[in-house]
Nanobody
Framework: QVQLVESGGGLVQPGGSLRLSCAAS????????MGWYRQAPGKQRELVAV???????NYADSVKGRFTISRDNAKNTVYLQMNSLKPEDTAVYYC???????????????WGQGTQVTVSS
């Protein structure tokens, strides 16, 4: 299977920045889409940003202009640069990736364990 490990969360003041990273490992044949989701207390998990293998991106309206998603295909890693952070960005951020693994190109859709982002003064 494919494992995802996130890093880079923490506590930041409003207006500050953080950069999240997520590295995929395992018998990866190809990663198609990579993305970030978040879940705030009492709310459903929501899409933050996604990037395709070709580099196309899509963002939630609430983060457009403030967050930037990118990926390094050679390292099987996706990043989320978060600027101008607001208290409402506080949530657990989860990495997601899908594609194929192993010799038979079995499909996978994996999630990371989550990393806490807290925006507070």
């Amino acid at each position: 299977q494919v494992q995802l490990v996130e890093s880079g969360g923490g506590l930041v003041q409003p207006g500050g920045s953080l950069r999240l990273s997520c590295a995929a490992s395992g018998s990866i044949f190809k990663i198609v889409d990579m993305g970030w989701y978040r879940q705030a207390p009492g709310k459903q998990r929501e899409l933050v940003a996604v990037i395709t293998g070709g580099g196309s991106t899509n963002y939630a309206d609430s983060v457009k202009g403030r967050f930037t998603i990118s990926r390094d295909n050679a390292k099987n890693t996706v990043y989320l640069q978060m600027n101008s952070l607001k208290p409402e960005d506080t949530a657990v951020y989860y990495c997601n990736a899908n594609g194929g693994y192993g010799l038979d190109y079995d499909a996978f859709n994996s999630w990371g364990q989550g990393t806490q982002v807290t925006v507070s003064s």
